[in-house]
């Protein structure tokens, strides 16, 4: 297989060849964490929450030589890879060593009267090895916040980065970070192929972060082999604004929503409904707000560069078919007269006909529509065929809670935008087309393990009621005491007594016979 070369976007300069793993080394890097596994299983929590403190000191250590890289290998705005790469990934792993002790900690459950003397509980096993497949939009954060929940849960990890942003230095420092991270975590460049292929080496759980169309195929290739999936995939994300909103909050949320990380975030702001009352000066100020934004990839820039060639392609040929069509172009439209950039890009006048209110643009480009009442938005909205994160801004708070309620979303964000992401404990993730399965807070750890139901029954010398020999009395006593678990009251209590002693008798009476 050939190297593949690893570009700066901002520049075009190749950076370095990646070499792609072979079939071999896809083996032996799943017996490796099969064997890890293993060991894993062996080792406490503390010790894991060590290696994941390790993995902390180094992001806080190396944080610009790490900034340097991302910037360098996704052409992203410094100011970009700092909030989405860095904060991020450094607050997710601060809350799970904050919380993962609680969240794993076997669960008791209550006994019901009927088990009345069994203690029972839930207990949460790793899955064993959790392979992690990551796309190129935030080259560390995705891959690694996905690695570490399923790592302190206990699992073995094999992460497949991006082939357009391996990052294969850092990976190799973090792994030298600690004994348990080199033990517990494999990671194996290459693209797709190298990814179908760990797919099918069997591991216990698939956590894939990517497009629709990969989520796909590789739900298809993992299904005959019966391996659990989690997709984190793609959207077209709403942000809905009523003509009672602060404006100008408003309009700043969707000029950074729409073009942070240049638009290539799956919770980026690809879709805005306006209320047609405020639509003209709120295009005419996002107009005049996109006007102000500064490309380039230094700290003051605020807009970086597109990460891939195709992605420049698809943005491009979203934008001009649009226009093509009869779309407004407001601004931008077009890529920068020098470097990998896309210029800040308005359009009204979008219809369904038009390739961009379909597809996902992943780019920085906003179609804006206008809407009249909020029936109209909430039928609007859940019709999309994805639905991943949408925001709600309004001053009305009760028109804020039937929304929250009504719109069928993955994440809500009401007067903010794309934030619900910055909270660790809240869970991530989709409906419909944007996937299934939660990444981060207590549902995210839980996901990365199997949870396994504990009856634990202090000897007490004799059978159970359950067990042979069935006979008629015991029959028409279960019967009694079945009629007697849904009622409530004192009485009921005194009746439960009564035939709980007369089946403890009957079976007494069984067990000398
Ligand atoms: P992609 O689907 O092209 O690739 C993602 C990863 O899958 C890469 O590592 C790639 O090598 C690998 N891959 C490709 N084909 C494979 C196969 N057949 N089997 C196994 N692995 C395979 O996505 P991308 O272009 O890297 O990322 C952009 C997409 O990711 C966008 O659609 C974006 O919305 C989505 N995304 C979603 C989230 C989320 O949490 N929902 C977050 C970030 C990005």
Redesign the pocket.
Known sequence: MSDIPVINPATGAQLYAMKPATDLECEAAMGAARSAAEALRATPLTARLEALTAFLDYLRDHREALLDQIVAESGRSRGDAMLSDIFQLTEDCLWLRDHAAAVLADEKVATPISLLGKHCRIRRDAHGVVLV??????PLA?GMTAAMFAFVAGNAVIL?????TPMVAVFEAIRQRHPLLYLGLQVVH???????R??QARPDLVV????????R??LA?AAPLLIPVLL????KDPMLVFDDADLPRAVAAACWGNLHNSG????AVEQLHVQEGIFETFVAALVAASGEIRLGTGAAHDLGAIT?AF?MTHIDALVQDAVAQGAVLHCGGRRSECGHFYLPTVLTGVTSAMRISQE?I?GPVVAVYSFASEAEIIARHNSNPSG?STSVWSRDKARCRRLEQALSTGCININNVMLTEGNAGLP???VRQ??FGR?KGAEGLRGMTRSKAVLEDPTRGKPEPNWYPYSAEKLALTGELLDLLGQKGLRRWWRLARVGLAIDRLVKRQHRA
Do not use: Y
């Open positions: 497949i990551s796309p190129w939009n935030l995705i497949k980065p991006s082939e357009h290459g693209g797709g192929d190298v990814g179908a760990l797919v894939f972060t990517g497009s629709q169309p990969t989520g195929r590789i290739s984190e995939l793609g959207a290539q975030s799956c919770t891939t992605q996902e992943f991943l991530f993730g989709g944007s996937g990444m």
